[in-house]
């Protein structure tokens, strides 16, 4: 049951950014919490124009690239401080 209303609510999220750009909804930024930050989600929304910001889990380890991914996983509390992004 928990697996099916993990999907509803991915699944949930991913109309609502179609629905918006769909409707021309003028928006650069997509919030998220951790429950909803995962590849595909972040991959969802377009690029240039648009950004996702999203918590992630600090016990949550992560590949920066297709290389780490194959070599090696990061914690992601260890990488906090390593990112910038400006809100401008």
């Not at 991915?10 to 919030?31: E, G, I, S």
């Not at 950004?51 to 990488?79: C, M, T």
Request: charged residues 15%; aromatic residues 12%; positive net charge.
């Amino acid at each position: 049951m928990l697996g099916l209303y993990l999907f509803q609510h991915k699944q949930m999220f991913q109309d609502m950014v179609r629905q918006a750009h769909q409707n021309t909804v003028p928006f650069r930024y997509v919030l998220a919490d951790s429950w909803y930050t995962n590849s595909e989600n972040i991959d969802l929304v377009p690029g240039s124009k648009h950004h996702y910001l999203g918590a992630v889990k600090s016990n949550l380890e992560i590949a920066l690239s297709k290389q780490d991914r194959a070599n090696r996983y990061a914690g992601a509390g260890k990488l906090v401080n390593c990112f910038y992004c400006p809100l401008m």
